[in-house]
């Protein structure tokens, strides 16, 4: 079973959804046969490679809310992530431009399947949301990511040219073909979209159902053994 998400790194329900979405898969018992493939969106494409000033302010201006309730937003989303076990650090924060942090995940997934691109993912996400790191900074995404197993020679030489830029537009082309307009948003195989960072049990019914749907229960009767060792049509009632 394929699941494929549209997340960008500088987003906290990202992080949120991709921790909900592993308590999900870990209590899947198929999990072993799933195929988990980050997708590339970006919530700014025009970014600047750091956004300077306060980020309180710059979120009270996007939203239209004063800057006393842009934290008040912070704060929430700080408890949010902590009961999903996660340390938010808004104030350290210093997100940016996120296109060459897509490259690599790309990257990621060319040289180690999506086991070390779910490790590059989850790399990124720290660094933004806990560690105060400059995300679109490019020697600061070699080092992250080489943190994570990827080769920081093949990363730099990534940054240097073009590569890997097709396929993030291309994610962003089929985000738009589903109508995806935020993120996260899960895709079970190419059939359920799930949006939003959903309860891990929710994201765990999801599964089941599309799990079912491809595998349907095939009834055997074991070599030498009967039909009739079962109750059917009311026989064996008490």
């Given at each position: 079973?394929?699941?494929?998400?549209?997340?960008?790194?500088?987003?906290?329900?990202?992080?949120?959804?991709?921790?909900?979405?592993?308590?999900?898969?870990?209590?899947?018992?198929?999990?072993?046969?799933?195929?988990?493939?980050?997708?590339?969106?970006?919530?700014?494409?025009?970014?600047?490679?750091?956004?300077?000033?306060?980020?309180?302010?710059?979120?009270?201006?996007?939203?239209?809310?004063?800057?006393?309730?842009?934290?008040?937003?912070?704060?929430?989303?700080?408890?949010?992530?902590?009961?999903?076990?996660?340390?938010?650090?808004?104030?350290?924060?210093?997100?940016?431009?996120?296109?060459?942090?897509?490259?690599?995940?790309?990257?990621?997934?060319?040289?180690?399947?999506?086991?070390?691109?779910?490790?590059?993912?989850?790399?990124?996400?720290?660094?933004?949301?806990?560690?105060?790191?400059?995300?679109?900074?490019?020697?600061?995404?070699?080092?992250?990511?080489?943190?994570?197993?990827?080769?920081?020679?093949?990363?730099?030489?990534?940054?240097?040219?073009?590569?890997?830029?097709?396929?993030?537009?291309?994610?962003?082309?089929?985000?738009?073909?589903?109508?995806?307009?935020?993120?996260?948003?899960?895709?079970?195989?190419?059939t359920y979209g799930v949006s939003g960072a959903?309860?891990?049990?929710?994201?765990?019914?999801?599964?089941?159902?599309?799990?079912?749907?491809?595998?349907?229960?095939?009834?055997?009767?074991?070599?030498?053994?009967?039909?009739?060792?079962?109750?059917?049509?009311?026989?064996?009632?008490?």
């Amino acid at each position: 079973m394929k699941v494929e998400i549209w997340s960008d790194v500088v987003c906290p329900w990202c992080a949120i959804g991709r921790q909900r979405f592993r308590s999900a898969l870990a209590a899947f018992p198929h999990r072993e046969e799933v195929e988990v493939r980050w997708r590339s969106f970006e919530l700014d494409p025009t970014a600047p490679r750091e956004h300077p000033g306060d980020r309180n302010r710059r979120i009270a201006d996007k939203v239209g809310v004063g800057v006393e309730q842009a934290r008040t937003m912070h704060a929430q989303m700080t408890a949010t992530a902590a009961a999903d076990g996660l340390d938010f650090r808004f104030d350290d924060t210093r997100d940016g431009n996120t296109f060459d942090a897509h490259r690599l995940l790309h990257l990621a997934f060319a040289s180690g399947g999506g086991a070390l691109q779910d490790a590059v993912k989850e790399r990124l996400l720290r660094a933004t949301f806990t560690e105060g790191e400059p995300i679109g900074d490019p020697e600061t995404l070699v080092r992250l990511v080489a943190e994570a197993g990827v080769d920081a020679d093949e990363a730099r030489a990534v940054l240097a040219g073009d590569r890997y830029a097709a396929e993030v537009r291309e994610d962003e082309a089929q985000a738009r073909r589903y109508g995806i307009s935020g993120v996260p948003f899960f895709v079970i195989d190419e059939t359920y979209g799930v949006s939003g960072a959903q309860p891990a049990e929710a994201l765990r019914e999801v599964l089941d159902k599309a799990w079912a749907e491809t595998h349907p229960l095939q009834v055997l009767t074991p070599a030498g053994g009967s039909d009739d060792a079962a109750c059917a049509d009311g026989s064996c009632s008490i």
